[in-house]
């Protein structure tokens, strides 16, 4: 979106005006918006709006207009700035990409792993370490048998820190 007051730049700063029960949204760009630059700036007319919306009629540039699993349309996105369902992801991708690296600075998840680790490799460490002590105790090893009875103690527990680790 382009900066209402210089028409430009890309615009980055959102000004909402709220009076009684009149809203007034301005776009500006970081320029136009930095301190010192505030004067009454005019948003254009919904002439732009309406032609932007309307050109979600149809395929546009190759992307289909409504996803072939729930049956959102790109309107219907655009409009409500929410999907249908997981694939709309794969229907709308050339248009949601550039929107989610302008908004989140990246494309994919680049969080962080949950603490815990995954449960999935600490059951199957907690199943491992089990057949290993029967086994030991079968071989009359009672240390080896004493030191995995300890550790999967403290994996059923939660109290290891190499399980809350991940390894």
């Given at each position: 979106?382009?900066?209402?007051?210089?028409?430009?730049r890309e615009a980055t700063v959102h000004w909402l005006e709220i009076s009684g029960e009149t809203?007034?949204?301005?776009?500006?760009?970081?320029?136009?918006?930095?301190?010192?630059?505030?004067?009454?700036?005019?948003?254009?007319?919904?002439?732009?709006?309406?032609?932007?919306?309307?050109?979600?009629?149809?395929?546009?540039?190759?992307?289909?207009?409504?996803?072939?699993?729930?049956?959102?349309?790109?309107?219907?996105?655009?409009?409500?700035?929410?999907?249908?369902?997981?694939?709309?992801?794969?229907?709308?991708?050339?248009?949601?990409?550039?929107?989610?690296?302008?908004?989140?600075?990246?494309?994919?998840?680049?969080?962080?792993?949950?603490?815990?680790?995954?449960?999935?490799?600490?059951?199957?460490?907690?199943?491992?370490l089990r057949l290993s002590l029967t086994k030991a105790v079968a071989?009359?090893?009672?240390?080896?048998?004493?030191?995995?009875?300890?550790?999967?103690?403290?994996?059923?527990?939660?109290?290891?820190?190499?399980?809350?680790?991940?390894?």
């Amino acid at each position: 979106m382009k900066c209402h007051r210089c028409g430009q730049r890309e615009a980055t700063v959102h000004w909402l005006e709220i009076s009684g029960e009149t809203r007034h949204s301005v776009w500006l760009c970081a320029d136009c918006a930095a301190p010192g630059e505030r004067e009454p700036v005019t948003a254009p007319g919904p002439e732009p709006l309406v032609s932007f919306l309307g050109r979600g009629l149809g395929s546009v540039g190759g992307v289909p207009s409504v996803c072939a699993v729930c049956g959102t349309t790109i309107d219907d996105v655009r409009r409500d700035n929410r999907l249908g369902c997981g694939a709309c992801y794969t229907s709308f991708k050339s248009t949601l990409l550039p929107l989610l690296a302008r908004f989140h600075r990246h494309v994919s998840h680049v969080g962080k792993v949950p603490g815990g680790g995954r449960p999935s490799s600490r059951l199957a460490e907690i199943t491992r370490l089990r057949l290993s002590l029967t086994k030991a105790v079968a071989a009359e090893e009672f240390e080896r048998a004493a030191s995995l009875r300890d550790r999967l103690r403290a994996l059923e527990d939660g109290t290891d820190s190499d399980a809350r680790a991940g390894s």
